[in-house]
């Protein structure tokens, strides 16, 4: 967007312009009667001092480190006495101040003996002298209370009409009042939208707590230690103690260039060698040195702020420099916005440090209270681009979503095809296994039984054919199974019995049929089912081949979790602790595998197969 | 004299099959032939007359569902009975859709063969548990899905509607509905837990002939059923024009 930023970057070059417009207004001069010189007594701890001295007085000047009271005497030889009433206008007064006009009181503020109290000289003072008062010789005499490095003197004052005075105490009013009123209303506005965002942004997506962008944080923290730090030119009386309040004061400076550092770097995501957690950590350890400076500061060692000031710079300027420098040769478009505002603040503030420390002008004005305003307008222009590119990713999500959610849906169905794909081939797999074993165990064993019966020539021709009739039920059973639906108990004796019947009444047994309906049982799957066929079949084979009975009994009972199918018949028996046949082998470990209970009782007239499923 | 037909493509097993026939002296071979297109050539001729005609399924030019509702059109009265190897369910079930009325197994002795033939000539129709419990299943669930408001309703719903089907409707509907009766229902019942026909007639008090006869007049149902409601998809799926169009035209 080089539009924007062009706009951009020529509203920051229009407001230096106007800001070096105002800082110039202070120094217009006009025609009214300035006085420059004065015949001063100076007062510091109990010694008196007289000399003529030139105006303005700047007190930290002339008695670094000194607090004391001085009276300055100026003449003011006038041909023409006016009709009207005049001004007098000081451009600065204090700390605190009396001023009289040929013995006359025209006007006072402030304590006069008492140190470190109430600070009147902060502001411009317009004086006025009432129609009568002046002659032609005239003595103006002012008194003042000067705390140590509180910006005490006496400006040289000018003197005329309404008409030649008043815009030059307007112009310096406008700057030194409203413009630091303005700022202080910007920077509170500032800072508390800025606080508002920080609360309320919070990244819903983390469930851990609330996660709010520490960016919001430091601007708001920048916009009000700003705002109280020019601010207090308009409290002559701070609502601290003097003690505590100046250590406010320096503090918040600290605390705005700190913020205002860690703003830029996490604006822009900072990655240098210089790193986020460095500055941070530095930052840190220079706020807490701070407090300790300024109250050195307020117990006479002034030194100890110098350094901590200079430890501010060594923090700010690297960083500052690396910050422009790696925004110069490979920056964002945002990164290269905050470079230029940081670079701009810090010629400011080099302008007015060399204003206020090295030039002691008595009356000037600190230009860096506008300048950091551009702060709060690249928080605007952050908070409006994430807005922005918060609406179109919405826009951008809400367009794709169907498509998205579409996406997904096809990914699920192909997945649970593959699933259902792997389901059915591992059925088949088991169903082939269940077969080949079918096959195996019975149709297999009886038609190589009925080979050897063929092949050893001993057998008759109604043995073969008892064995290959008894392969054809075997498969005819096996076909019965894998129709039979699983858990259907009922089915499967039903089906046995339809199958059995033609030996059964050929062995002339007769068969008491005692089944009941009997709901699916859960556990047993298919295999399990041709398991319990195996099982009942065995039994029953049992029964005709060895018991010589005459009756079969056939029962089976659901019995609450349980389901009970028995088979007793009334013949022979056998004897159930003798090394397991074959058979009986098999049925033991098919009631394992289906996880059944079997219980075979045997004695002469009663044989009972029980098995029980759970 | 029962004169039967025999298809069976295997020349053993027909052979056996018609000895079995014409061993028995009630029973006449009519002719025996192994394929579809030879059975319907000996159907097409009025001539010949046919009471009982045994089928195997899986003949070399087709299925003998095809011989079954061939013979079941052409010669109304005969009674076709399918040679099945195993009298699986999901076979005789179909046979039974088709018109045929038991099942014979291949392993039968050449007594069983003539005995099968003559009791289902005298009304008796064999039925395993399994194929009963399928074809209750196949009634009940007839009933629920035809008929669910009805059902709802109560059995006196039921009657209504049957007898409005009665009177030529059922075309512009469902197919007409087969019902079973409260007798026939608990017949099938006792048949698919395991009981024979002489403990379910017990039971039942009745004869083990109503028992018999009660299964012959189901799978006889069944048939008429299903030819209804193949009727009826084709309509759904436009093959055939519908009744009530067919009348409006």
């Not at chain 1, 003529?52 to 007085?57: F, I, R, S």
Request: proline letters at 4%.
């Amino acid at each position: 967007m080089p539009h924007c930023s062009s706009g951009f970057l020529s509203f920051i070059r229009l407001l230096g312009v106007s800001l070096w417009w105002l800082a110039m207004v202070s120094g217009v001069q006009a025609a009214p009667l300035q006085l420059t010189t004065a015949q001063a007594t100076i007062e510091v701890d109990g010694k008196v001092q007289h000399f003529e001295a030139t105006l303005p007085y700047v007190w930290d000047w002339w008695h670094r480190g000194a607090r004391g009271h001085a009276e300055f005497e100026m003449s003011l030889p006038l041909q023409d006495i006016p009709k009207e009433p005049w001004f007098l206008y000081f451009l600065r007064l204090g700390n605190a101040y009396e001023v009289r006009l040929n013995g006359a009181l025209l006007d006072s503020n402030g304590d006069l003996k008492t140190f470190d109290r109430d600070d009147y000289g902060q502001i411009p003072r317009l004086i006025t002298i009432p129609v009568g008062l002046l002659r032609q010789d005239n003595l103006i005499q002012v008194r003042i209370r000067a705390d140590h490095a509180r910006r005490a003197g006496v400006a040289s004052p000018w003197v005329g009409s309404h008409a030649e005075i008043l815009p030059l105490y307007d112009a310096a009013y406008l700057q030194r009042v409203m413009g630091t009123r303005v700022v202080v209303i910007v920077s509170l506005l500032v800072g508390t939208i800025a606080l508002a965002l920080w609360w309320t942004q919070v990244n819903p997506t983390q469930p851990s707590g609330k996660q709010r962008d520490p960016l919001y944080l430091y601007a708001a923290l920048a916009e009000y230690f700003w705002s109280l730090r020019v601010g207090s030119v308009l409290l002559e009386s701070p609502p601290l103690s003097r003690f505590w309040w100046d250590i406010l004061f320096i503090e918040a400076l600290g605390i705005w260039v700190a913020s205002m550092l860690m703003f830029s770097a996490l604006a822009v995501g900072w990655r240098g060698r210089f790193s986020v957690v460095r500055l941070q950590r530095a930052l840190a350890a220079l706020l807490i040195a701070g407090i300790g400076c300024a109250v050195a500061a307020q117990w006479g060692y002034r030194g100890w702020l110098t350094w901590w000031y200079a430890g501010l710079g060594v923090v700010a300027l690297p960083f500052v420099a690396l910050y422009c420098w790696s925004a110069l040769r490979n920056g964002s478009h945002l990164h290269r916005l905050v470079a230029a505002a940081l670079a701009f603040n810090l010629l400011v503030g080099v302008r007015d440090w060399a204003v206020f420390r090295v030039q002691m002008t008595l009356g000037g004005n600190t230009l860096m209270r506008y300048s950091s305003v551009v702060f709060g307008v690249l928080l605007a222009y952050i908070v409006f681009t994430r807005f922005r590119e918060a609406s179109a990713q919405v826009r951008y999500l809400l367009s794709t979503m169907a498509l998205q959610v579409a996406a997904k849906e096809q990914e699920l169905q192909s997945s649970y095809e593959r699933l259902e794909l792997l389901a059915r081939e591992q059925e088949r797999v088991n169903e082939r296994t269940r077969i080949l074993r079918d096959l195996h165990d019975g149709v297999g064993s009886h038609i190589s039984a009925a080979i050897r019966q063929l092949q050893s020539g001993r057998a008759s021709n109604d043995e073969v054919l008892h064995t290959l009739r008894d392969s054809l039920d075997q498969i005819k059973l096996s076909i019965d199974a894998m129709h039979l639906p699983a858990g259907d108990v009922t089915g499967l004796l039903a089906n046995l019995r339809y199958r059995l019947e033609p030996k059964l009444q050929a062995a002339d047994i007769e068969l008491l049929w005692d089944v009941d309906l009997i709901d699916p049982v859960e556990r047993l799957d298919t295999v399990g089912m041709r398991h319990l066929q195996f099982m009942v079949l065995e039994s029953l084979s049992n029964v005709l081949q060895h018991a010589h009975a005459s009756t079969l009994r056939i029962e089976a009972r659901a019995q609450g979790r349980w389901v009970v199918v028995r088979i007793a018949d009334n013949g022979v028996g056998y004897d159930t602790t003798r090394p397991l046949r074959k058979g009986l082998l098999a049925l033991h470990e098919r009631a394992k595998t289906i996880g059944a209970a079997l219980v075979i009782r045997s004695r002469a007239g009663e044989t009972v197969v029980e098995i029980t499923l759970a | 004299m029962w004169r039967v037909l025999i298809v069976e493509d295997d020349a053993q097993m027909r052979d056996f099959f018609a000895a079995s026939v014409s061993r028995c002296d009630r029973l006449e071979l009519a002719a025996s032939m192994g394929s579809v297109g030879e059975a319907r050539a000996w159907l097409d001729n009025a001539k010949h007359h046919v009471d009982v005609v045994l089928v195997d399924l899986g003949l070399p030019d087709g299925s003998g569902l095809e011989v079954i509702r061939y013979a079941r059109q052409l010669h109304p009265e005969c009674e076709p009975l399918v040679i099945s190897m195993f009298g699986d369910e999901d076979n005789v079930l179909a046979s039974i859709e088709a018109g045929a009325l038991g099942y014979i197994h291949k392993d039968s002795t050449p007594e069983n063969v003539a005995e099968t033939i003559l009791e289902m000539k005298q009304g008796a129709s064999p039925i395993s548990p399994m194929i009963a419990r399928r074809v209750l299943s196949k009634y009940l669930s007839m009933h629920a899905t035809r008929w669910p408001a009805q059902l709802q309703q109560g059995p006196a719903a039921l009657k209504n509607t049957a007898s409005a089907m009665g009177d030529g409707q059922a075309g512009r509907n469902a197919p007409e509905p087969v019902l079973l009766s409260g007798k026939e229902q608990e017949v099938l019942e006792l048949i698919a837990r395991g009981f024979s026909y002489a403990e379910t007639a017990r039971l039942q008090g009745v004869s083990v002939h109503t028992v018999r006869t009660h299964i012959k007049s189901l799978y006889g149902k069944l048939a008429v059923h299903s030819k209804n409601e193949a009727v009826y998809e084709a309509v759904k799926l436009g093959l055939l024009p519908s009744y009530s169009s067919g009348r409006a035209n």
